[in-house]
């Protein structure tokens, strides 16, 4: 993907961190945060210009050069990892916050268990978990073959991936964190949601 298209994700900040800023900015100066699956870094950039102290990480060696080589402000270091290997490396309550931009639909349903029991036991009290994963209004959405409910694959050599229904993002995370702030983006068809760890 990073290969066939320079630009991609490259440019001003998300709207998601938009959304994500007035939750973030609870926490208090500096909070940490952990950035999954970061790509080139432009959400990054802006939680570090923002005073956070930012860990971000991405699978894609191309993504992290590219995000390297942009000029940027605060504490910020990306490296090269996947999502669970980052956070099974990380102590125990020591991440005031966990964001993820889009990256929860590439994962399988047991990554997505061992995330969340990660996600738990590396954010401290209180801390929260940002995300934001594709709803099932998504246009792409159904292309393909359906895996399993609400995943499709689209070729043979082509990862699977999932969208949300307004039931599956109430029940993500249910058992482990509390419901902060849900609310689906219809223009871009991405539900963003901000959990805490009680």
Request: aromatic fraction near 8%; charged fraction near 25%; glycine fraction near 6%.
């Amino acid at each position: 993907m990073y290969e066939k298209d320079p630009d991609r994700f490259l440019g001003e900040p998300t709207r998601f961190f938009h959304w994500s800023l007035p939750h973030l900015v609870r926490l208090g100066s500096p909070a940490s945060v952990l950035d999954l699956g970061c790509g080139p870094g432009r959400d990054s950039r802006a939680l570090a210009s923002a005073g956070f102290v930012v860990r971000a990480i991405d699978h894609s060696p191309i993504a992290i050069e590219r995000a390297r080589a942009q000029p940027a402000s605060g504490a910020l270091r990306f490296e090269r990892t996947d999502a669970l290997s980052a956070l099974r490396a990380t102590a125990s309550s020591s991440v005031d916050a966990v964001y993820a931009h889009a990256l929860y639909m590439i994962l399988s349903e047991e990554e997505l268990r061992e995330l969340l029991r990660e996600l738990s036991r590396t954010l401290r009290p209180g801390g929260l978990h940002l995300f934001a994963v594709r709803s099932v209004t998504d246009p792409i959405a159904r292309r393909g073959r359906e895996v399993a409910p609400d995943v499709w694959c689209e070729g043979p050599h082509t990862t699977p991936h999932r969208y949300y229904r307004t039931e599956s993002v109430a029940a993500f995370g249910r058992a482990s964190f509390e419901r902060v702030a849900a609310e689906l983006a219809p223009d871009l068809h991405l539900w963003y949601v901000c959990d805490r760890r009680p």
